[in-house]
């Protein structure tokens, strides 16, 4: 295997679609805006809550599924076998969403949640009829929070917006020179994954 499939590898996983909501809510307590003075105890819980509801939790449920047949593998490449694995995941994001609702001042996460549980529901439904990069979906939803976050907010993200920009180049190349996407399945992940999750913040 070639050094460059390797790194492809890497990045796929380093910003696999399962981390990126811990990268996304980091990215907006160390934005420059008003989250950023939020108490450290309540940044916390907060980091704990999303860890445990977009990571864990979808992460420890695929040995079930492919113990019972749903899946035949855990990269989920047939896009058939995405779907009861993302109906899961959105059934722990709205816990999360929920138990984040107890928390005060963390308006902002909940909106993200929502705009996530729309987004994937997107991806599921797609995936019954065109593959569709998951990878690409959240890299979407990460550019637009920190879009949103420097327009509304008058952050100091410019910076987080170029660096995520560049990711998502990086992220679509990896996902083509490994052969799991054409062009349009990345391209379109992308638009979709920043198209609902930024509409979802600027009418909530």
């Known amino acids: ?39 450290d105890s309540i940044k916390n819980f907060s980091y704990l809550i999303v860890l445990v509801s977009t990571l864990l939790l979808p992460l420890s449920i695929l040995p079930l599924l492919k113990f019972q047949k749903l899946i035949s593998s855990y990269n989920l490449v047939d896009r058939k076998e995405r779907i009861i694995p993302i109906i899961l995941s959105i059934i722990f994001y709205f816990m999360g969403f929920y138990l984040m609702t107890k928390i005060p001042m963390t308006n902002i996460i909940q909106t993200f949640y929502k705009a996530m549980m729309i987004a994937i529901l997107g991806v599921a439904i797609v995936s019954l009829y065109w593959k569709i990069s998951i990878h690409m979906t959240s890299m979407g939803g990460l550019f637009a929070v920190t879009t949103f976050m420097n327009i509304y907010y008058q952050s100091n993200s ?21 052969g799991r996407h054409r062009p349009s399945q990345v391209y379109i992940g992308f638009l979709w994954g920043f198209a609902s999750v930024f509409s979802v913040l600027y009418f909530s």
């Open 158 to 178: 410019f910076s987080w917006i170029i660096i995520v920009l560049i990711l998502a180049g990086i992220m679509g190349s990896s996902r083509l020179l490994l």
């Open 1 to 39: 295997m070639s050094i460059t499939n390797n790194i492809a590898k890497t990045v796929s996983v380093v910003f696999h679609p399962v981390i990126i909501p811990l990268y996304t809510i980091f990215i907006i307590f160390n934005s420059g805006s008003l989250f950023s003075f939020i108490p």
